[in-house]
C-alpha cells in the first residue's frame, strides 16, 4: 500500500511561517492536497492541485509538490491557524491520506 | 451555499448493519463524483469509497466485499450500506464532494459534519 508521511507536530510564533511536510514515493509525480481540521470541526480544502487555494482561503497558505515530498507551507501563521493539517494523493486508484500534523502557535 | 448533511449513524454490534445517508444541497448533485471517509481516534482519515456521476463505485480493500456506495440523484441523495460490521469499522463518516476525477486523482470540497458509527458489543 501507498503511505504518506507527516510529522505528528509542528511548532510555530505568531507571524512566522510555518512548513508542513508530507513524504510519499515518487509523491511528486501525482497531485497533492491538504485539509485543515480544527477541534469538533470536519475537514476543510485549503489546497489542491499541489498549489492551488480554494476560494475564500488566506494568500498566506501555499502548497508545493517536487520529489517525494509536498509541502503546505504557511506565512504569516496567525492564532487561528492552529489546527490539524492533513496531506492526500491518489496513488493506484486509492485515495491515500497522510497521519496528520498539529499545527501548535505558540 | 453547497451543503452536506449526513445521518444514519449509531451503535451496532459487530456483524451488523447499517446504513448512511447524506443530503446535499446547494449544488448540482448529478454532476459530481461523491465519496465517503471516515476518520478513527488512533488511524486519522481513511477514503471509504467513491461513486460516480454514472453509477461507477469505488472501494479501498478494507470494505471492498462489506460495503456498497450508492446514490439518488432526484432525492439530491448519497448512501452507504454497511454489512458485517467489524470493530476497526468505528469512526466518524462524512459525506463529501470529490473534484478532479478518476483519471488524475480526487480532493474532496466540502465534507459534511460526519455521522458516527460505533461497532460494539
Known amino acids: 500500500s501507498y503511505d504518506l508521511t507527516q510529522p505528528p507536530s509542528v511548532s510555530v510564533s505568531p507571524g512566522q511561517t510555518a512548513s508542513i511536510t508530507c513524504s510519499g514515493d515518487t509523491l511528486g509525480n501525482n497531485y497533492a492536497c491538504w485539509y485543515q481540521q480544527k477541534p469538533g470541526q470536519s475537514p476543510v480544502l485549503v489546497i489542491y492541485q499541489d498549489s492551488k487555494r480554494p476560494s475564500g482561503i488566506p494568500e498566506r497558505f501555499s502548497g508545493s509538490n517536487s520529489g517525494n515530498t509536498a509541502t503546505l507551507t504557511i506565512s504569516g501563521t496567525q492564532a487561528m491557524d492552529e489546527a490539524d493539517y492533513y496531506c492526500?494523493?491518489?496513488?493506484?486508484?486509492?485515495?491515500?491520506f497522510g497521519g496528520g500534523t498539529k499545527l501548535t502557535v505558540l | 451555499e453547497v451543503q452536506l448533511v449526513e445521518s444514519g449513524g449509531g451503535l451496532v454490534q459487530p456483524g451488523g448493519s447499517l446504513r448512511l445517508s447524506c443530503a446535499a444541497s446547494?449544488?448540482?448533485?448529478?454532476?459530481?463524483?461523491m465519496h465517503w471517509v471516515r476518520q478513527t481516534t488512533g488511524k486519522g482519515l481513511e477514503w471509504v469509497s467513491a461513486i460516480g456521476t454514472a453509477g461507477d463505485t469505488y472501494y479501498p480493500g478494507s470494505v471492498k466485499g462489506r460495503f456498497t456506495i450508492s446514490r439518488e440523484n432526484a432525492k439530491n441523495s448519497l448512501y452507504l450500506q454497511m454489512n458485517s460490521l467489524r470493530a476497526g469499522d468505528t469512526a466518524v463518516y462524512y459525506c463529501a464532494r470529490g473534484l478532479g476525477g478518476y483519471s488524475y486523482g480526487w480532493w474532496f470540497d466540502p465534507w459534511g459534519q460526519g455521522t458516527l458509527v460505533t461497532v460494539s458489543s
Open positions: 446547494g449544488f448540482t448533485f448529478s454532476s459530481y463524483d
Open positions: 492526500q494523493a491518489w496513488d493506484s486508484s486509492t485515495v491515500v
